[in-house]
């Protein structure tokens, strides 16, 4: 244990352990300081100064967040001093900020702005200097716009896209009063390396960095009574919305959720987790297709280890990053994407619908779905298969908008032929999940036994470390497998681009020998996905991983072969996993992208 | 003199100066240095930045933000010669502007100047005009430098001079002001 030491706190003394920044330890005294370039997620960049404190003795003010505090340290927080220059700070950034809050999309959502009201900043000391500025507003990128007339410097986006994500889109440039933020060149951000996974949407505390927002073109699409307009929701929106909405984080929603859907106006309300469960259908078949080719026919051509290819975000950072890794990524296209080739051919030939009537909308917790949705080879089903995105936040602003009293909504069930879904469906939203979901079929449909873990929980694979691994060894197998007989099947999870680059790099030193990886581009998987409710921090990400566990827990089928819906759309449509449909639906290919 | 506007370094000189330097501190800052003066027109290219960073695995993002934080890299082609004019507090004071406003005369100029720029090279890349916010020689001012050289107490007779002898065929490489 780390030295315990004393300071004061606004003359309440507090004993804290040494190395503990003023900032945290004044929170354990039940002190708030504001902030602004802080995250928990970060590193301590100290360059907004809105969290300065006076520590007695010294001459000039300190940065709470990073200052540590000292044994005997006496700490204001709220002199006169304090008070003063805080508010000059926050007027400051304001005279350069684009103060056209009304207009704001982030408007309500802004740190800025809620800081602004909390000193009532009411009249304007110095010159605004936004007028002077030629600033731009990227918006060719499907998923995120930038508009730097909004940007307060603080570098959350640039250390987040450095330190999380590895991915260095964004970066500072130039100096003084001149710096700004920008990728490579100052080119658009859908030019450049931006894997559009939102990180940097999430973690800004202003309206410099928003998404895209389509939610008029789906009210027009809603009113619009020629069309049939499907909905499906991601995994983990259903342990997000709830905390736009005035739940506590980690309180699962489901029910609620499709009322309010139900509510706005979509003809049908479907789920994301029935294509999840299809996913594990056909990427484990394919994952045991590739084993067999690789282990006993010994076909070169054949790549191992096998990579999940669910993460839009992460496949656009390989394409990037490893464009000679293409190989290893699993052909199957992510549930969103294959649940929007199937609404428009399967869900309309069955529901008897002409599918140039039908508009696809999808609830995701992610923004790089917005990009993925736009890709070209997404046309399957001789349309747009998902015509429009929407992040957990637009769908928590629509409910608004209609004037829907969340709390009091009664659950409802989704609705039938893609709406069933299992628990292991539902983990697809937490890292390790597609891994553990993948893990319990396979095993069974190669031993004809359940996965040798309690519960069916393969607690291995679940948990926060950036990278984590696993094995299983195959025993006793069903006649067909044989070849898999002792064959002891490794696996690994990384989440967090920058956690995904450490795997890459040993695989491609060669040093890794991996059968099966999950990659998920965001930190905890999908449930800190950045289309994910503001703020997410660590602990808020450990509980919304926990309710998409107890969601899984409280399945009555927990095994996606065993999902009703599954097995009667290869009855009916798809006839078996690999199979000329699926591959012609439900695979894609990717596209090696360069490095800028 | 024939421009060529998609002009980058050869990567076998770009692999040289990488290799020249491995290992060594500030080795990233001196690569780009030496880079751009490989390049004939003495800037860092987009393609030669790419180049670099691939090799030296420093994101790309990253080595844009170097170059533009220091006023040392050119980001566009710059012409055969260099007049920097001062444009610090005490050159301001003793008409630094005067000076600026002598060479903002070259067409296009003035209007570069005016938008902001802190650069400006005519379209026949011969001269490029630059300010800096000090040369440390205030005692002098006002300073300009012409190609590295470093000239003092420069009145607007002076500079049009210096600027007419780089326009000529046959310059005067020794020309002295007096």
């Known amino acids: 244990m780390r030295k315990k030491i004393k300071i004061s706190i606004n003359g309440e003394s507090v004993e804290v352990e040494k190395g503990t920044s003023i900032l945290d330890a004044a929170k354990q005294t039940g002190v708030i300081i504001p902030t602004l370039c802080y995250h928990k997620d970060l590193c301590i960049a100290g360059n907004c100064r809105v969290c300065v404190v006076e520590i007695v003795g010294q001459k000039r003010l300190a940065p709470a967040c990073a200052t540590p505090c000292e044994d005997g340290m006496d700490v204001l927080t709220n002199s006169f001093k304090v008070r003063n220059s805080r508010k000059h700070i926050i007027e400051l950034l304001l005279s350069e900020h684009n103060t056209e809050c009304t207009s704001c999309y982030k408007n309500g959502g802004c740190e800025l702005q809620l800081l602004a009201s909390e000193y009532k900043i009411m009249n304007q000391d110095f010159i605004n200097l936004v007028p002077f500025h030629n600033y731009t507003i990227d918006m060719f990128s499907p998923s995120i716009i930038k508009d730097d007339s909004k940007c307060i410097r603080c570098q959350r986006c640039v250390r987040t896209c450095a330190e999380l994500q590895g991915v260095n889109a964004l970066t500072m440039s130039y100096k003084g009063d001149h710096a700004k933020v920008t990728t490579f060149f100052e080119k658009a951000m859908n030019d450049v390396v931006c894997t559009n996974c939102g990180q940097c949407v999430n973690h ?79 990427e484990g078949t394919e994952l045991l297709t590739r084993l067999k080719g690789a282990l006993v026919d010994k076909n070169p051509t054949i790549k191992l280890p096998m990579a999940t290819s669910c993460s839009p975000g992460w496949i656009k950072y390989i394409e990037h990053m490893y464009p000679n890794y293409l190989d290893h990524l699993s052909t199957c296209k992510s549930p969103q994407q294959m649940f929007g080739a199937l609404v428009k051919t399967y869900y309309a030939k069955a529901r008897n619908l002409d599918p140039d009537k039908i508009v696809s909308v999808s609830i995701m917790p992610c923004t790089a779905k917005k990009f993925e949705a736009n890709r070209p080879e997404m046309h399957d089903s001789n349309y747009r298969d998902i015509d429009y995105v929407l992040t957990t936040r637009e769908l928590a602003i629509m409910i608004k908008q209609a004037g829907i009293d969340f709390l009091k909504l009664k659950d409802m069930h989704f609705d039938r032929l893609m709406g069933e879904s299992t628990g292991a469906g539902v983990i697809f939203g937490a890292t390790g999940g597609v891994m553990e979901a993948a893990l319990r079929t396979a095993y ?60 890459m790099d040993s695989i491609v030193s060669g040093k890794s020998h991996y059968h099966f990886i999950e990659f998920m581009a965001c930190p905890g998987g999908c449930l800190g996905g950045g289309g994910q409710p503001i703020p997410t921090s660590p602990e808020i990400r450990a509980k919304r991983a926990e309710a998409i566990y107890a969601e899984d827990e409280g399945m009555p089928v927990r095994k996606s072969h065993l999902n009703p819906e599954v097995i009667k759309i290869y009855k009916d449509f798809l006839i078996t996993p690999l199979g000329e449909k699926s591959h012609h639906l439900l695979h894609t290919k990717y596209t090696p992208r360069n490095r800028f | 003199m024939n421009v060529n506007l998609e002009n980058q370094v050869d990567t076998k000189i770009i692999d040289e100066i990488i290799t020249k330097h491995k290992g060594k501190p500030g080795e990233l800052l001196t690569v780009m240095e030496e ?130 002898n780089l326009q000529e065929e046959n310059k005067d490489e020794n020309i002295r002001l007096s």
């Open chain 1, 204 to 282: 800004c505390p202003t309206g410099a960095l928003v998404e895209k927002n389509y939610i008029e073109e789906v009210w027009n699409a809603i009113a619009d009574k020629t069309k049939h307009v499907v909905v499906q929701t991601a995994p983990a929106v259903r342990v997000g919305l709830g905390e736009e909405l005035g739940f506590d984080p980690g309180t699962r929603v489901t029910g609620k959720m499709v009322a309010a859907l139900k509510r706005l106006g979509f003809d049908a309300v479907m789920d994301t987790d029935f294509t999840a469960d299809l996913t594990i259908m056909e």
């Open chain 1, 444 to 503: 069974e449909i190669v031993t004809g036994r359940e996965v040798p873990f309690d519960n069916l929980n393969i607690t291995p694979v679940r948990g926060i470390e950036g990278v984590r691994e696993a094995s299983i060894k195959i025993e006793n197998t069903l006649k067909a497998w044989s070849f898999l007989e002792g064959v002891e099947l490794k696996c690994a999870v990384a989440h967090g681009l920058v956690n995904a680059k450490k795997v």
């Open chain 2, 35 to 164: 880079v751009q003066e490989a390049n004939d027109y003495k800037y860092l290219d987009e393609a030669s930045m790419g180049y670099i960073s691939s090799k030296s695995k420093v994101p790309l993002s990253q080595i844009y933000s170097v170059a533009t934080f220091y006023s040392f890299f050119n980001l566009k082609p710059q012409g055969k010669h260099t007049i920097i004019v001062c444009r610090g507090t005490a050159c301001h004071t003793k008409g630094s502007k005067i000076l600026l406003d002598d060479l903002t005369t070259l067409p296009g100029c003035k209007d570069a100047f005016d938008a902001g720029e802190t650069s400006f090279t005519t379209d026949d890349k011969l001269i490029t005009i630059k300010t800096v916010a000090c040369f440390g020689q205030c005692a002098l001012a006002p300073v300009v430098a012409v190609d590295g050289v470093i000239y003092s107490n420069v009145t607007s007779e002076q500079i049009k001079k210096l600027l007419e």
